[in-house]
């Protein structure tokens, strides 16, 4: 292959065959600056970054909280989302912590505000006794 068939990585400095790159239609020759291998490698230490802040943000507010029943806020550990109505759940809140971007005004964050608007913060306790008493009066079981 011909020089025009390779690019330098801007991440790496390797040179490597232009199917090293993913595609894309903005750049002067239609590919990424950088390669495949040091792309995968970026987007995987920021998806750890995203999913370590969207726990944070979890935890912080569960601990402010606390339980609405009790009280109780020693340990976020304890303390569980529990949609009011199930049939206005969307997604599980815990799946979010994957997804919230760093940005105030990123559309994860405004979609992980309204799913909080449909929940209550309870401890372990608390909400198995709500389910519990919840699944009797809906005769889930004998």
């Known amino acids: 292959m ?3 068939h390779r690019k330098q990585c801007s991440k790496c400095k390797e040179t490597k065959d232009i199917i090293g790159f993913y595609h894309c239609s903005k750049s002067a ?3 990424q600056s950088m390669c495949k291998d040091c792309t995968k490698k970026a987007n995987k ?3 750890a970054e995203r999913n370590r802040y969207g726990r944070a943000v979890l935890r ?4 402010m909280k606390g339980c ?3 009280g109780y806020k020693a340990h976020h550990a304890a303390l569980e989302f529990n949609h009011r109505n199930m049939g206005d759940k969307t997604k599980n809140i815990t799946s979010f912590a994957n997804v919230v971007m760093l940005s105030n005004k990123s559309t994860s964050k405004k979609k992980l505000k309204i799913e909080l608007s449909k929940c209550d913060i309870v401890c372990a306790i608390c909400h198995n006794i709500f389910t519990y008493e919840q699944m009797k009066t809906e005769k ?3």
């Open 2 to 4: 011909g020089q025009l």
């Open 29 to 31: 020759d239609k590919h």
């Open 45 to 47: 230490i920021r998806d």
């Open 60 to 63: 912080r507010l569960k601990t």
């Open 68 to 70: 609405v029943h009790c």
């Open 140 to 142: 889930w079981w004998n």
